[in-house]
């Protein structure tokens, strides 16, 4: 009796989620724009954890004939110049919108510039649909002719799996995108790459939250170009306001959820995720550092 109820229960929560993405993709996707396709089977996602600049520094020549994948504030450093990523992903709402606070309005100007002023290569920028309605980070790209935007869906997509398979595989929508690496693993998959490797991937936040005696939830969130300055501060919402404790590990927990989804998937593609990052948390996809 209790297996049937389960069973029952189960049905009833697919078919919940299947009929509420179903009703995302109508209400907020667009019409998919057509991704590049790939120089090779090989891809590197280069992520911003603090694992990074050793990572680079011990295996370079592993990179050597793959394309690289860079996020968020990669142009900002010195190895993007250096490595010359054929991709940069971001997913982050605090880079294009324009009601954030002074801090984030200042990181955002400052990336957008370093890109169009550092970029001598062709550069294909993913960046969500929703990015498309403010100008003012477009006006600075468009500055440069080598940069190719090429805006994809965040919708989050749950329900039964040849449900969300399909709407994957037709670009509509994708594992909640709480963190870069998730459209960036599914942007790749969907290119059309048989291999992606994950380097700097550390997600190793878990350890590094805190509550100070104001109760403000803390977390400090190291990166390799900031892993000696960083400091524990509040985790804002879309470049606003802060976060409490449980919402932090809402977004985490999501985050590392949408992992195993993307795994399931890249398999049904049959394609590889590898992640080379030692110490990360990452549980989803196969280890080999």
């Given amino acids: 009796m209790l297996s049937i109820l389960l069973s029952i229960q189960n049905l009833l929560q697919n078919l919940t989620s299947t009929i509420a993405s179903l009703v995302k993709v109508l209400v907020f996707s667009k019409k998919p724009q057509r991704l590049l396709k790939p120089q090779n089977d090989q891809v590197v996602v280069l992520a911003n954890g603090p694992s990074l600049n050793k990572m680079i520094d011990e295996k370079k020549e592993f990179l050597k004939g793959k394309d690289l994948v860079c996020v968020n504030h990669f142009p900002s450093t010195d190895y993007y110049t250096e490595l010359k990523p054929r991709y940069l992903v971001s997913s982050a709402p605090d880079l294009w919108r324009e009601d954030i606070e002074p801090f984030y309005m200042e990181q955002s100007e400052r990336l957008f510039k370093n ?20 100008q003012k980070w477009q006006r600075i790209l468009a500055e440069n002719l080598l940069i190719k935007v ?4 965040t919708t989050p997509i749950e329900g039964w799996r040849c449900f969300r398979h399909f709407i994957f595989r037709n670009n509509l929508g994708m594992p909640r995108p709480h963190n870069v690496i998730v459209p960036s693993t599914f942007l790749m998959i969907n290119s059309g790459y048989r291999e992606i490797y994950l380097w700097g991937a550390d997600h190793s936040w878990l350890k590094d939250i805190s509550v100070d005696e104001s109760n403000n939830a803390l977390i400090n969130q190291k990166h390799f170009y900031d892993e000696q300055t960083s400091k524990a501060k509040p985790l804002d919402w879309k470049g606003v306001g802060a976060r409490k404790l449980h919402e932090i590990l809402y977004k985490f927990m999501t ?22 990052t030692k110490g990360s948390f990452i549980d989803a996809f196969e280890r080999e550092t």
Avoid at 115 to 134: N, V
Avoid at 150 to 153: A, G, Q, R, S, T
Avoid at 255 to 276: C, G, L, M, Q, T
């Fill in 115 to 134: 890109i169009a002023e550092r970029t001598s290569w062709e550069l294909i920028f993913y960046f969500p649909f929703e990015a498309r309605k403010f």
């Fill in 150 to 153: 090429v805006f994809y869906n």
């Fill in 255 to 276: 985050a590392f959820a949408s992992y195993f989804v993307i795994d399931e998937y890249a398999k049904s593609r049959n394609v590889h995720i590898i992640n080379n």
